[in-house]
């Protein structure tokens, strides 16, 4: 049998992708996990029963389980992140993770320029960040839509002289942005400047794009369709969430990223993939939030009684926020998204030890409407509509309701959503997931 698990987060991020990910290879044995948005700036935590830890960003998080990790055409690489992530996967005992790890040859390339404008860029903005991961995500697929075929893809790094040239350009290229771009006199901007001004940079950058190509198999287009030919089951991993949508979340405060199901339903599209597939929403028992950007229901208390293990306060990113969880965005969520079979609920043990627990229903806003508009249908592509629902979100007030205990928030999450909620997570080890 042939089965294809898409996993997709139902929020900002943070949802628990990764615990769930290893379990569902290890619940299905499968034998590939495809990543298909996002890229380096993921975080997704995978603990084992031993206390090994590891928080995964370009390796699928069923690497522990035993499964080989696929990197897709819209997967986002940083060829020296990856090593760093490799040397740690080696410390706890993964031989040689690059051995199982594909990457395909269209997969757009993260380079040091492209960071370091993304974190010039918030620097300008002062008070008024985005909440940006600082890893250059946005500025690469930036880069991709205006140079096109002259963006640095995984392919490139094959090509000594067709690298050279396109790092040159790159590098050129967003020295330019930096004419628009009102830097304060600090010492983090001098530190920010050094891979764009500083040519030394050059010669580190190939001898990492090196190392890379020597250790990874880059492949063509067509080694997803003989991935998912082969017997058992394929685990595509999401990153980031619904919510950061690049069209369909709160913007400014995106991604440049399509955080829904679409890419991997034309990754099975284009690969002619006659399986099964089951698509599982994830969603924490709370809400959460990374950096800025509207939380409706926050609540400092539960911030603080909530800490959380490998989210904090982030240099590019700030601060981590928590609230009761967000039915009216939940609801939001699952409609964007569309087909889904079934529901993984995370965290649920962290609500143990909170006096009331509670989840937002509804919004108070004297600006009518809002709920209505999240909650039919409108142009997906309209940015300053998103904008301005935006603000909206930052001005309402949650309108909270108890809920007697964990088990009646598990079905009142499945009565907002339709949907059965299927695996339930009590702790953060494989061994602490229930099927339900």
């Known amino acids: 049998m042939r089965q294809a698990f898409l996993t997709v987060d139902l929020g900002f991020g943070d949802a628990g992708k990764g615990t769930i990910v290893d379990y569902l290879t290890r619940a299905y044995a499968a034998h590939t996990i495809v990543r298909f948005n996002g890229g380096a700036q993921a975080g997704h935590r995978v603990v084992l029963a031993d206390g090994r830890e590891h928080v995964f960003a370009q390796f699928g998080s069923g690497t522990f389980a035993g499964a080989a990790t696929h990197l897709s055409q819209f997967m986002l690489v940083d060829p020296p992140a990856m090593l760093a992530?490799?040397?740690?996967?080696?410390?706890?005992?993964?031989?040689?993770?690059?051995?199982?790890?594909?990457?395909?040859?269209?997969?757009?390339?993260?380079?040091?320029?492209?960071?370091?404008?993304?974190?010039?860029?918030?620097?300008?903005?002062?008070?008024?960040?985005?909440g940006s991961c600082g890893m250059g995500i946005g500025e690469t697929?930036?880069?991709?839509?205006?140079?096109?075929?002259?963006?640095?893809?995984?392919?490139?790094?094959?090509?000594?002289?067709?690298?050279?040239?396109?790092?040159?350009?790159?590098?050129?290229?967003?020295?330019?942005?930096?004419?628009?771009l009102a830097l304060p006199d600090t010492p983090a901007v001098v530190d920010e400047l050094a891979p764009l001004l500083d040519d030394d940079w050059q010669n580190w950058i190939r001898d990492k794009y090196a190392e890379?190509?020597?250790?990874?198999?880059?492949?063509?287009?067509?080694?997803?369709?003989?991935?998912?030919?082969?017997?058992?089951?394929?685990?595509?991993?999401?990153?980031q969430g619904v919510l950061l949508d690049e069209w369909r979340g709160f913007h400014p405060y995106t991604t440049w990223s399509t955080t829904t199901l679409a890419n991997a339903e034309q990754l099975l599209a284009e690969a002619g993939y006659d399986g099964a597939v089951r698509r599982i929403g994830i969603t924490r028992a709370y809400s959460t939030?990374?950096?800025?950007?509207?939380?409706?229901?926050?609540?400092?208390?539960?911030?603080?009684?909530?800490?959380?293990?490998?989210?904090?306060?982030?240099?590019?990113?700030?601060?981590?926020?928590?609230?009761?969880?967000?039915?009216?965005?939940?609801?939001y969520a699952r409609r964007v998204v569309g087909a889904l079979d079934e529901l993984a609920v995370t965290c649920v043990d962290r609500l143990a030890d909170v006096p009331e627990l509670r989840v937002c229903g509804a919004y108070r806003s004297a600006a009518g409407g809002l709920v209505e508009w999240l909650e039919h249908n409108h142009d997906p592509h309209d940015l300053g509509a998103q904008e301005q629902i935006t603000r909206m979100l930052l001005e309402v007030q949650p309108v909270l309701e108890n809920l007697a205990d964990r088990d009646a928030l598990l079905g009142r999450i499945a009565a907002e959503l339709d949907l059965p909620v299927g695996i339930v997570s009590y702790g953060p080890t494989a061994a602490d997931k229930r099927q339900v």
């Open 85 to 130: 992530e490799a040397a740690h996967l080696e410390s706890l005992g993964i031989l040689d993770p690059f051995a199982q790890t594909t990457i395909d040859e269209r997969a757009l390339i993260i380079t040091p320029y492209a960071r370091a404008v993304n974190r010039l860029r918030e620097l300008a903005r002062g008070a008024d960040r985005h």
């Open 141 to 180: 697929m930036a880069d991709a839509l205006a140079l096109g075929d002259r963006a640095l893809r995984a392919g490139d790094l094959r090509d000594p002289q067709r690298l050279q040239a396109k790092l040159t350009e790159l590098r050129l290229w967003n020295r330019r942005k930096l004419l628009d």
């Open 289 to 331: 939030r990374h950096g800025a950007g509207p939380l409706p229901s926050e609540d400092p208390a539960l911030t603080a009684a909530l800490p959380d293990a490998r989210n904090g306060m982030h240099a590019w990113q700030q601060g981590f926020r928590v609230g009761w969880l967000d039915l009216v965005l939940l609801r």
């Open 212 to 239: 890379l190509t020597a250790r990874v198999r880059i492949v063509p287009a067509g080694a997803l369709g003989e991935i998912l030919a082969q017997p058992g089951h394929v685990i595509f991993e999401a990153a």
